[in-house]
């Protein structure tokens, strides 16, 4: 790849040309735009930049909006903190944190962010019980008033709301049960997984508008990538990049099939950069789909998206602008 800026599209009656965007290995303290958002994975099992740990797990740095995100922390704190140094990343510059669900190779690094950053803002799923905590109206179990007093719950008089308590009882975790604005432009897209193996499990995704689409990042995409896409397409229907985990890292060829043509013929997607638990097999196919629109995303890798962008010598194929099929 050379070092050419690429154009970009524009929009017109007939078709929408994608804001250019590329992958390239990030450089430790490398500047950035403060205009144009930028995703570095900063944990994953997959990648090829020099010095920098894999692990099974995610953890992403989002600047867009005026905002540093970390989303999701990856399985080992001390891998986060290490991948995070060698990329530059401080992780005391952060303006939130958002956790995407409550499986440790998402959430294993929280601990260790909280000692380099303590007092930093934590948006989690809202779940009756839950790691990140909880609470439940006092009246959700049957009584008995028969019973003495010293046999009922609360001796027959329980609070109003019962809260229970976090993992991390001193962090400043805000619990989310429904697709919110966090900041402006700023959306968090609460579901529930109804799949067989994580069925009732609470995920949050992050949806950035932008003025070409929405930036949407995945930590495992359990409720299915159908409902994720079709919840951010309620904001704005122009999905510009898909960035993460499509979770279909045992999946079968047809299910790999039906999910890739979902997103490239209902929703448009724009360009895509699979990570995590997508699964070898996945990655394979949504490159000969999506061509020039995919983006590599391994460790280290920075995903640079804005009205123009820098091509260096990277981990994946040289980007250029496309049109959204239509």
Same mark, same amino acid.
């Given at each position: 790849?050379?070092?050419?800026?690429?154009?970009?599209?524009?929009?017109?009656?007939?078709?929408?040309?994608?804001? !250019?965007?590329?992958?390239?290995?990030?450089?430790?303290?490398? !500047?950035?735009?403060?205009?144009?958002?930028?995703?570095?994975?900063?944990?994953?099992?997959?990648?090829? =930049?020099?010095?920098? *740990?894999?692990?099974?797990?995610?953890?992403?740095?989002?600047?867009?909006?005026?905002? @540093?995100?970390?989303?999701? =922390?990856?399985?080992?704190?001390?891998?986060?903190?290490?991948?995070?140094?060698?990329?530059? +990343?401080?992780?005391? @510059?952060?303006?939130?944190?958002?956790?995407?669900?409550?499986?440790?190779?998402?959430?294993?690094?929280?601990?260790?962010?909280?000692?380099?950053?303590?007092?930093? @803002?934590?948006?989690?799923?809202?779940?009756?019980?839950?790691?990140?905590?909880?609470?439940? &109206?006092?009246?959700?179990?049957?009584?008995?008033?028969? #019973?003495?007093?010293?046999? *009922?719950?609360?001796?027959?008089?329980? &609070?109003?709301?019962?809260?229970? %308590?976090?993992?991390?009882? *001193?962090?400043?975790?805000?619990?989310?049960?429904? =697709?919110?604005?966090?900041?402006?432009?700023?959306?968090?897209?609460?579901? $529930?997984?109804?799949? &067989? /193996?994580? #069925?009732?499990?609470?995920?949050?995704?992050?949806?950035?508008?932008?003025?070409?689409?929405?930036?949407?990042?995945?930590?495992?995409?359990?409720?299915?990538?159908?409902?994720?896409? *079709?919840?951010?397409?309620?904001?704005?229907?122009?999905? #510009?990049?898909?960035?993460? /985990?499509?979770?279909?890292? +045992?999946?079968?060829?047809?299910?790999?099939?039906?999910?890739?043509? #979902?997103?490239?013929? =209902?929703? @448009?997607? !724009?360009?895509?950069?699979?990570?995590?638990?997508? %699964?070898?097999?996945?990655?394979?196919?949504?490159?000969?789909?999506? /061509?020039?629109?995919?983006?590599?995303?391994? $460790?280290?890798?920075?995903?640079?998206?804005?009205?123009?962008?820098?091509?260096?010598?990277?981990?994946? &194929?040289?980007?250029?602008?496309?049109?959204?099929?239509?």
């Amino acid at each position: 790849m050379n070092g050419k800026s690429i154009l970009v599209g524009m929009t017109s009656a007939l078709s929408i040309l994608l804001a !250019g965007c590329a992958s390239t290995p990030a450089a430790p303290g490398a !500047g950035v735009d403060p205009g144009k958002p930028v995703i570095t994975v900063l944990y994953d099992a997959f990648g090829n =930049t020099p010095h920098l *740990q894999k692990d099974w797990g995610y953890a992403a740095l989002v600047e867009a909006g005026g905002k @540093r995100i970390l989303f999701d =922390t990856g399985n080992d704190g001390a891998i986060l903190a290490h991948n995070a140094k060698t990329l530059g +990343v401080d992780l005391t @510059r952060l303006d939130l944190v958002v956790m995407s669900h409550r499986h440790g190779d998402h959430m294993g690094g929280l601990s260790r962010l909280l000692d380099i950053n303590p007092k930093v @803002r934590i948006y989690a799923p809202k779940e009756g019980f839950g790691v990140y905590g909880g609470d439940l &109206p006092g009246s959700f179990y049957r009584r008995d008033a028969s #019973l003495p007093a010293a046999q *009922q719950y609360y001796g027959g008089a329980p &609070p109003e709301v019962m809260h229970f %308590g976090s993992a991390w009882p *001193q962090a400043d975790i805000t619990l989310i049960d429904r =697709t919110t604005e966090i900041a402006p432009g700023v959306h968090l897209i609460a579901l $529930v997984s109804d799949k &067989p /193996g994580t #069925l009732e499990l609470r995920e949050l995704s992050l949806a950035i508008e932008t003025t070409d689409g929405m930036i949407v990042v995945v930590g495992c995409s359990h409720p299915g990538v159908d409902r994720i896409m *079709q919840a951010v397409a309620t904001i704005d229907p122009r999905i #510009l990049l898909v960035v993460g /985990g499509l979770h279909l890292v +045992v999946a079968k060829d047809p299910e790999i099939s039906s999910v890739i043509a #979902l997103l490239r013929d =209902t929703y @448009r997607v !724009g360009q895509i950069a699979p990570g995590h638990c997508t %699964g070898e097999p996945t990655f394979t196919e949504l490159r000969k789909v999506f /061509g020039e629109r995919y983006l590599y995303a391994g $460790v280290g890798t920075r995903i640079e998206i804005g009205l123009t962008s820098r091509t260096m010598q990277g981990t994946g &194929p040289p980007v250029r602008s496309a049109a959204v099929p239509g």
